[in-house]
Structure formats: structure tokens, C-alpha cells
């Protein structure tokens, strides 16, 4: 029994290393010259005394970070991950929303909701604060194919949606609340609607089994775990694209830029795209729905200033950026206050986001353009003085991550009929968009797969 699996991202890596752990005979391919697909961490700059073997800014192409709870922290432990672990700072809790002309904090308990910042009027106005706390005799029920805008308006304000949902939303999916749905993007919020009659309720009902869970990242980046999962794998082919799959014997062929091999079960771990081009001959209806699903551009812009020439703190995570605000990006990262590192101790180091589903339009500027647009909300935003930055880097995404509105539905039906032809799907367009959603996946359908072999040997 051999599994072939195609893409070397985060799942097709997860899923390859379990199958490995059990025994299970299987074949990795990805096209590229390095695994990891988005997760891509760059040390940029010149290189000083304190780092002879790279430049001094640690740059997050993709992911930044990766929340987990114990369990996926004793996995990574059996990757020999622990000593790399780099967890945020505490300061990082805390969320800054751009409103009324400055970056204001966003309300993190009852008392900050109810009367903000000493000093500062309250974040949201009174009407949405009686709203909030009248939303557990809220008995209404969400209609199917509830966007999330609907939902949250339905049980709590449209103020909710504008400084709160929106921004959050952009930062997770890169996309606009007004398409994504409910059921598919946090569907444990109808759970809670429906078993407890609030969203409130059901919040604190289950925060304890959820269990605690902790944002961090790794010394050297977000690649450092696709680079772990790579090294530990015997059966990884690289610069190896897949060209066509085709039925072949009760299983697939694959047909390989390195050649032809047959495998008894095949994932999919590629983006839709892939998938589409990949699973045409097989069924077509499939692959014209996989055509359907939507990933905005994004453009990521790393920026480092003196830290002398910077007024704000920056005693956060972040600043996000509401759409109703008319800013030019969705947000900016302080990325030296959430991880120790990332620059030197003089400097920060911001990540800027621009684009996602809401704003596309604005990755369509050249680089310098682009850079300059961000260094000046910077400037406005943040208090700095400096007239340029000492390092900015431009990345971009033309694809970035792909959107759980209406279109996606149309997926599920085909990819639950292809696993029938021993076709599965492993990737961040099918069950969650987040890594610990993807490793989570990934796990589990190596386990699905090595007790259906089990169950078949008997």
C-alpha cells in the first residue's frame, strides 16, 4: 500500500510525517525548490557582528505566527522544535483599531467596554455596549448562508462589524465579512447559538475546554517548522511537479516531471488551482467548482525604523485598519514587540499588510509606490519622524488565502465523492485556513487512512 501526496505546504508535509510515524509506505512531491508552500521566513539587510550569517531583520513572508494549545506543542517537541520556540510577549494581547484619526485599543474585558482607557472616551458607543449585553435574550436563529457581517449584526451592532469583525476578519482571512459565512469560517458560533441561545453564553460555558491556547513562532521563523517536518521525511521529492493523475487499477497514477508512479490512495494538498488542472480528466464539475473559490492578492511590506523616531509604544500586537476608516492597508504588524529578535533593540520592525478582498485593488501599485504609500500612513499613524525607513522589503502574494463564502460550499459535495475513488483533500481550502487548522486536518486524516488500512488487512 503506498499514498502519494501532492504539495509540500504545511499539510502535505503533516500528513507525510504521520504516515511515516506508522509505518505507511508513501510519496511526497512538490513542485518547488523548498517545502513549506506560504510559510516562508527571510532574515533581510546587512549583516552585523551580531549576526555574521544573515542580515539583521527577521521578515515573515507568509504566517507570522502559529497558535497552539499542549497538544500540538508535544508534537512539535517530537520534532525537536522546543528549543526554537519563541513565544509572543504578553504586550501582544492587546489590539489596536484605527478610528476617528489614531490607532485606539480595542475593548479586552467587561471594564475597558465599559468605560476605556483612562482618559479616553470608550471605544464603542453606548448603544452597542447595551447591545452586547442584550444579546443573551437574543432567541434568534441564523437562516442558512448567513454571511458573518449578518450574523454579528443580527446578535450584536453594525458598529460590532464595522471596528471589530471587519478588521479581524481581514487580518485572519484577508477578506470582507459582507461574502464570508458563518457556518464555514466559525461555525462554533451557531453551535453556541443554537445549544445555549447566545454566542455569549456559549463563550463562557466552553472557556475552560477549550483549553489555553499560546501564540509563538520559532528563533529563526515560521520556516523553521516545514524545514523540520522536510528533514525528517525519507520519501520527499523536490523541484517535482506533478504533471497529470489519471484512475488506474483500483488507485492513480501519477505522472511526474521525474517520472510515473502508482499509488494505491492520493491527496490533494495544493491550492485550487493545482487541483483543478490536476483533477479535470477525472471530473470536470469538480474541477469547474475548485475554479470558483476566490483568493485575493495580498501584498506583505516589511518596514524598520529607528526606534528613537517612533512616538507610539507600540505596546500591542498591532493596528488594524477598518475598511469604513478609507485606509491604504489592512493593517500593520509591529512585529518586533510581539517576538524578541526580529531586529535590533535601537530599531522596530513593522509588517504591513495591503490588499485582501476588501481592497485588492491597492496591490496593483508598483513596489515604490506601494512602500511609499505605507511608510506615509506609518508616518501619520505611529508619530515617526524619520522621512524613509532604514529597510523596507515588498512581497507579494497574487493568490493569498482562499475565501469561505458561497462559492467554497460547492467544493465540499465532490471532494466528500472523490474519497469513494480513494481522492482525498488535505489543504487550507477545505476545513480552516489557519496552520493549527491545517496540521490539525492533516493529523487526522493520516489516522483516518492508517485505520482504514488496518480495518482492510484484517
Same mark, same amino acid.
Not at 177 to 199: C, I, N, R
Not at 400 to 427: N, R, S, W
Given at each position: ?17 504521520? $504516515? ?7 510519496? =511526497?512531491?512538490?513542485? &518547488?525548490?523548498?517545502?513549506? +508552500? ?21 521578515? *515573515?513572508?507568509?504566517?507570522?505566527? =502559529?497558535?497552539? %494549545? ?7 517537541? %517530537? $520534532?525537536?522544535?522546543? !528549543? ?21 485599543? =480595542?475593548?479586552?474585558? !467587561? ?38 457581517? %449578518? ?104 505522472? #511526474? ?12 494538498? @495544493?491550492?485550487?488551482?493545482?487541483? &483543478? ?12 467548482? $475548485?475554479?470558483? @473559490?476566490?483568493?485575493?492578492?495580498? #501584498?506583505? @511590506? ?23 476608516? +478609507? ?16 531586529? !535590533? ?8 499588510? @495591503? ?15 506601494? &512602500? ?25 502574494? *497574487? ?60
Amino acid at each position: 500500500m503506498t499514498i502519494g501526496i501532492i504539495g509540500a505546504g504545511i499539510s502535505g508535509l503533516t500528513v507525510a510525517y504521520e $504516515l511515516q510515524k506508522r509505518g505507511i509506505d508513501y510519496r =511526497l512531491w512538490e513542485a &518547488a525548490s523548498q517545502p513549506g +508552500g506560504y510559510i516562508q521566513s527571510r532574515w533581510e539587510g546587512p549583516v552585523t557582528a551580531d549576526n555574521p550569517d544573515h542580515g539583521k531583520y527577521l521578515c *515573515e513572508i507568509g504566517p507570522n505566527s =502559529l497558535l497552539g %494549545d499542549a497538544d500540538l506543542l508535544a508534537w512539535l517537541d %517530537d $520534532l525537536g522544535l522546543t !528549543p526554537d520556540i519563541t513565544f509572543s510577549r504578553p504586550v501582544s494581547k492587546a489590539r489596536y483599531i484605527f478610528r476617528a484619526g489614531k490607532y485606539r485599543q =480595542l475593548p479586552s474585558g !467587561p471594564l475597558s467596554l465599559l468605560f476605556g482607557p483612562f482618559g479616553e472616551p470608550s471605544f464603542f458607543s453606548w448603544k452597542t455596549k447595551l447591545a452586547i449585553f442584550r444579546e443573551r435574550n437574543n432567541k434568534t436563529l441564523s437562516p442558512p448562508g448567513e454571511t458573518l457581517a %449578518d450574523f454579528f449584526r443580527r446578535r450584536f451592532s453594525s458598529e460590532i462589524v464595522d471596528y471589530a469583525l471587519g478588521p479581524f476578519v481581514a487580518g485572519i482571512y484577508a477578506g470582507d465579512p459582507e461574502q464570508l459565512l458563518v457556518s464555514e469560517t466559525f461555525p462554533v458560533l451557531l453551535t453556541y447559538e443554537k445549544e445555549y441561545g447566545s454566542v455569549l453564553r456559549g463563550l463562557i460555558k466552553n472557556q475552560s475546554a477549550t483549553g489555553r491556547r499560546q501564540s509563538f513562532s520559532f528563533r529563526d521563523g515560521m520556516q523553521m517548522l516545514p524545514n523540520a517536518l522536510a528533514a525528517n521525511l525519507t520519501n520527499l521529492s523536490l523541484n517535482d511537479a506533478v504533471q497529470s493523475i489519471s484512475q488506474a487499477n483500483g488507485g492513480w497514477q501519477v505522472e #511526474t516531471r521525474g517520472g510515473t508512479q502508482f499509488v494505491d490512495q492520493l491527496i490533494l494538498a @495544493v491550492g485550487t488551482d493545482a487541483a &483543478a488542472r490536476l483533477v479535470e480528466p477525472y471530473d470536470a464539475d469538480f474541477a469547474r467548482s $475548485l475554479r470558483q @473559490v476566490i483568493y485575493p492578492p495580498m #501584498t506583505a @511590506v516589511h518596514s524598520v525604523y529607528k526606534r528613537a523616531d517612533v512616538r507610539h509604544p507600540l505596546n500591542g500586537f498591532g493596528g488594524l485598519n477598518p475598511k469604513i476608516e +478609507g485606509r491604504f492597508a489592512a493593517g500593520h504588524i509591529w512585529s518586533s514587540s510581539i517576538f524578541e529578535g526580529r531586529c !535590533p533593540a535601537d530599531e522596530v520592525l513593522f509588517t504591513t499588510f @495591503v490588499g485582501g478582498q476588501t481592497s485588492a485593488r491597492n496591490t496593483q501599485f508598483p513596489d515604490d509606490v506601494l &512602500a511609499d504609500n505605507v511608510h506615509q500612513e506609518l508616518v501619520n499613524g505611529f508619530g515617526i519622524s524619520a522621512s524613509k525607513p532604514v529597510f523596507r522589503k515588498v512581497s507579494r502574494w *497574487e493568490r493569498a488565502i482562499p475565501q469561505y463564502d458561497a462559492g467554497i460550499v460547492a467544493v465540499k459535495q465532490p471532494v466528500q465523492a472523490a474519497e469513494a475513488d480513494q481522492l482525498f483533500v488535505c489543504a487550507n481550502w477545505y476545513g480552516g485556513v489557519s496552520l493549527s487548522d491545517c496540521i490539525g486536518k492533516a493529523k487526522r486524516l493520516a489516522a483516518q487512512l492508517a485505520d482504514s488500512l488496518q480495518i482492510n488487512n484484517f
